[in-house]
């Protein structure tokens, strides 16, 4: 079964495995676990950050970054089809009392001008307006990068209005990648930024979120309160620190498998791509209703060998990573000719 759902179905390597086997472990609730300390002092080197904290997902790296840098009642700012809003259950208002105002992008990006008046007035009657969150890539955008440029005015009109800002980085190592920057010099501008270990770079679980040594120690705090402290995580840390030093060069590879199923969909008649190209590991594309549903058409591939998800009812998202050969592709690619008859 070749498995295009997301990037998230990958098996540790054996390497990896074998890694994960020679960790030296502590408890990391108790006191420390070096593997775990190990890995997030690198990872607060490559975002250029004072310190980082790791966390079982990417879930909540995020809602811990808005707890600390908010308070219950207030407010912060977020593209509208971004993971933090559509993907973690309102956990910013269940968790942690706050209030998520949306702005419309397209593939993900928004403009600067699109801020402007989008800070509260100091009025008793309103929220307070403290965050502003950005999303690289962006997972709902058909993982279409946030421009540095336009992430560095954004970041300095956070900071002029008062405003705190986080990145959610989910995916930051495949937009480092495609366009040659470093993670740090994509996270410069962020008071604070997650990272994920268990998508495109193929370790089993985890996250870091990196900021100042006080804000890393207030999320400490919150990770306990939301019961992400882990034991032995040393374990689940080594297969992180294998992927950062053996799996990042390679998302290339996915970039280039992903904009190959990218030129299938533009060839096929009824298909449509989302932005019009692919720019790291995520293809989506629209289905004419003529050619059936979403959910229908994920069916029919999943006959041919293939699974894909259904992500909306007229949408469907392919997501390449380290499982898949060339060969797999090609063989999507075929299957997805052989729906449309050609």
């Keep these: 079964m070749i498995d295009l759902r997301s990037d998230t179905v990958t098996r540790p390597t054996p390497d990896m495995l074998q890694a994960m086997m020679r960790a030296p472990v502590g408890d990391d609730v108790i006191d420390i676990d070096p593997t775990v300390v190990q ?12 310190a980082a904290i790791f966390m079982p997902s990417g879930t909540m790296t995020n809602q811990i970054a808005l707890r600390v840098h908010c308070s219950p009642g207030d407010e912060f700012l977020c593209e509208t089809e971004c ?33 402007d008046g989008m800070v509260r007035p100091d009025n008793e009657h309103m929220v307070r307006t403290r965050l502003i969150c950005l999303e690289n ?11 540095q440029s336009l992430v560095e005015s954004i970041c300095a009109w956070a900071k002029h209005h008062g405003l ?7 995916r930051l190592f495949n937009a480092a990648v495609a366009t040659g920057r470093s993670v740090g010099e994509l996270a410069a501008p962020f008071d604070s930024v ?26 400490r705090r919150a990770r306990k309160l939301f019961g992400g402290g882990m034991r032995q995580a040393g374990y689940l840390a ?75 009812p007229q949408s469907i998202r392919m997501v390449t990573h380290l499982d898949l050969s060339a060969s797999d592709i090609e063989t999507a690619c075929s299957a997805m000719r052989r729906l449309l008859g050609r």
């Design 238 to 312: 080594a297969a992180a620190l294998y992927a950062l030093e053996h799996h990042v060069d390679r998302l290339a590879v996915d970039h280039a498998h992903a904009n190959r199923l990218a030129e299938t969909v533009q060839e096929l008649e009824g298909l449509h791509l989302l932005g019009g190209s692919v720019e790291t590991n995520i293809v989506i594309f629209k289905i004419e209703p003529k050619l059936g549903t979403a959910a229908d058409f994920a069916r029919r591939l999943l006959e041919e060998g293939v699974q894909v998800m259904a992500f909306g």
């Design 164 to 170: 705190c800002s986080h990145l959610d980085g989910a």
């Design 83 to 115: 993971h933090i809003y559509n993907y973690e259950q309102g956990a910013f208002a269940q968790l942690s009392g706050l209030v998520a105002r949306t702005i419309p992008g397209h593939c993900g990006v928004f403009g600067l001008d699109q801020l």
């Design 39 to 50: 890995l997030q002092e690198k990872t607060a080197e490559l975002l250029g950050k004072e």
């Design 137 to 147: 890539t962006s997972n709902r955008g058909g993982g279409s990068i946030f421009p």
């Design 194 to 219: 997650s990272v994920c270990f268990s998508k495109g770079l193929g370790a089993p679980v985890g996250s870091c979120l990196a900021g100042t040594k006080e804000f890393v120690a207030k999320a």
